[in-house]
C-alpha cells in the first residue's frame, strides 16, 4: 500500500524530522512489517546490561526506548483513527517524559515489550489498510498542530526510524 508522502501544510514543523526518514514510494505494510523484524531482532538479543544502559544520567535505557514506541505508535494510531473517521475534536499532546516515568518498563522483560510492540504495530497495520484515499486526507488538530492521516502514518514510521538511530548511535556503539 503505497501513501503518496505530505506536504509541509500537512503537518507541524516539529514532526518533519520523522517524516523525512521514511523512503519516498515505499509500500507502508511492507515497510512497517520490516520495521518491527528489525525492532524484534535488534533488541531481542540484546543483553540485560545493553538493555539497561543509559549514555548520560537522566536518559532513557533502551527498554525504556522501546515502551516509548509504545506509547507513541498508540497515541498516533488514535489520533490517525479519529481523524480518519473525521473526528474534529482537538486532541491535547501527551507528555513523553510522564509516559515513560509511569511505563514499569524497567520491571518488565524485553520479550514482553516485544510482545506488546508486535500487538500494537500489527493494529496499526490493520488500521492502515482499512483506510481509503479520502481518509488519508482528512486533519485534524492534535497537539495544538493541524495533521492529516496520512501524516500521522508518516510520523509512525520516521518515529521508530528516528529512534533507531538513536539506538544505534549512543548504545550499541
Known amino acids: 500500500m ?48 545493553k538493555l539497561t544502559f543509559r549514555y548520560e544520567p537522566g536518559k532513557w535505557t533502551i527498554r525504556d526506548i522501546l515502551s516509548h514506541l509504545i506509547d507513541g505508535e498508540r497515541v498516533f494510531s488514535y489520533r490517525a483513527l479519529r481523524f480518519a473517521r473525521n473526528d474534529q475534536t482537538e486532541l491535547p499532546g501527551f507528555d513523553e517524559s510522564e509516559y515513560a516515568a509511569h511505563s514499569n518498563a524497567a520491571r518488565r522483560s524485553v520479550g514482553d515489550l516485544l510482545a506488546e510492540f508486535r500487538a500494537v504495530r500489527l493494529s496499526t497495520i490493520e488500521l492502515i489498510k482499512s483506510l481509503d484515499e479520502p481518509m488519508m486526507t482528512r486533519s485534524g488538530v492534535a497537539s495544538g ?10 510520523i509512525i514510521a520516521g518515529h521508530v526510524n528516528h529512534h533507531l538511530r538513536i539506538i544505534d548511535e549512543r548504545y550499541l556503539r
Open 145 to 154: 498542530q493541524r495533521v492529516t492521516v496520512r501524516s500521522l502514518i508518516y
Open 2 to 49: 503505497r501513501i503518496s508522502r505530505p506536504q509541509p501544510e500537512e503537518r507541524g514543523d516539529w514532526f518533519a524530522r520523522y517524516i523525512a526518514t521514511v523512503p519516498d514510494d515505499v509500500d507502508f505494510v511492507r515497510y512497517l512489517l520490516e520495521q518491527l523484524q528489525t525492532i524484534e531482532l535488534r533488541l531481542g538479543r540484546l543483553s540485560e546490561e
